[in-house]
C-alpha cells in the first residue's frame, strides 16, 4: 500500500518455498522444471551453493552460524525463469537460537542488496534503506520490518518510513503446506509462470503509476552484491 503522493494498494496470489537450505527438494525429473533452486539467483550469484553464498555474506559480518540450520523463503525457479523481490533466510546456531535474518532484496534492474537483521522476540528490526527499489522512492528513510519465523501461519511485513512521508507498506500473508507432488501441480496450474507473473504485475503497477503523473526518481550507482546494512 502507497498512501502519498497518491493512494494506492493491490493484492497478489502467489506461492512460495520454506526450505532447509542444506537440504533443497529433490523433486521427480518430470517436474523439476517446475521448481529449481540455485546459487546463480542469491546474492553474488557466483558461489557453489546457497548456503556457501550465505556464510561468505555473514563471514564479511563477522558472524559464523557453526553449520547451524537456515530456513529460506523464496520463490524458486519455475519454468526457467525466477524473480525474487524478497528472499528471507532465518539464520540458527547449533543450539537452536536465532542468530540472525537476512533479508535479500532484488529489484527489476537485475540488482540485488542484503540487509543483515537482528530481530527482537516479536520478530522485527529496523534497518536503513541502502537500495533503490521502487522507481518512485528515493534510496532515503528506513524499514520496520516484522519477520517472525514461519509457523502454521506467515505473517510478514515491511514499512518503509520516509521523512515527511506517510509509509509504505507491504505484507506477506500465507498458510504453510506440505510440498508434495500433487499439491504443487495444482499450484502449478492456480498459479501459471508464478515467477514470471511477479515481475509483471510490478511492471504493470509501475507503468500505471507512471501515467497517474507520479515522478520517477533517478537511480544511484548500485554497490557490489557483498555490500549490506
Known amino acids: 500500500m502507497r498512501r502519498a503522493p497518491q493512494r494506492y494498494a493491490f493484492r497478489h496470489r502467489t506461492y512460495l518455498w520454506l526450505v532447509d537450505v542444506d537440504r533443497l527438494p529433490i523433486l521427480p525429473r518430470l517436474l523439476r522444471p517446475l521448481a529449481r533452486f540455485s546459487a546463480r539467483d542469491h546474492f553474488t550469484g557466483r558461489a557453489v551453493s546457497i548456503r556457501a553464498a550465505l556464510d561468505g555474506f555473514l563471514d564479511e559480518h563477522g558472524i559464523d552460524l557453526h553449520a547451524g540450520r537456515v530456513l529460506m523463503l523464496a520463490h524458486a525457479r519455475v519454468l526457467g525463469h525466477v524473480f525474487n523481490p524478497l528472499t ?56 520496520e520490518m516484522r519477520l517472525p519465523p514461519p509457523g502454521e501461519r506467515l505473517r510478514l511485513s515491511v514499512r518503509l518510513q520516509r521523512p515527511g512521508s506517510p509509509p ?24 501459471p509462470w508464478s515467477t514470471l507473473r511477479v515481475s509483471a504485475a510490478i511492471r504493470f503497477h509501475g507503468i500505471r503509476l507512471f501515467l497517474r503523473g507520479l515522478p520517477v526518481q533517478p537511480r544511484p550507482a548500485h554497490r557490489t552484491p557483498e555490500s549490506a546494512s
Open 168 to 191: 509504505f507498506t507491504a505484507a506477506v500473508h500465507g498458510s504453510r503446506r506440505e510440498a508434495t507432488a500433487s499439491a504443487l501441480l495444482r499450484l502449478a496450474l492456480r498459479h
Open 88 to 143: 528471507l533466510y532465518w539464520c540458527y546456531r547449533p543450539d537452536g537460537g536465532l542468530q540472525c535474518v537476512v533479508a535479500e532484496v532484488h529489484n527489476t534492474y537485475g540488482e540485488r542488496h542484503a540487509y543483515l537483521l537482528h530481530t527482537d522476540a516479536a520478530g522485527t528490526a529496523e534497518v536503513g534503506k541502502g537500495f533503490y527499489v521502487s522507481p518512485f522512492n528515493p534510496v532515503d528513510g528506513h524499514y
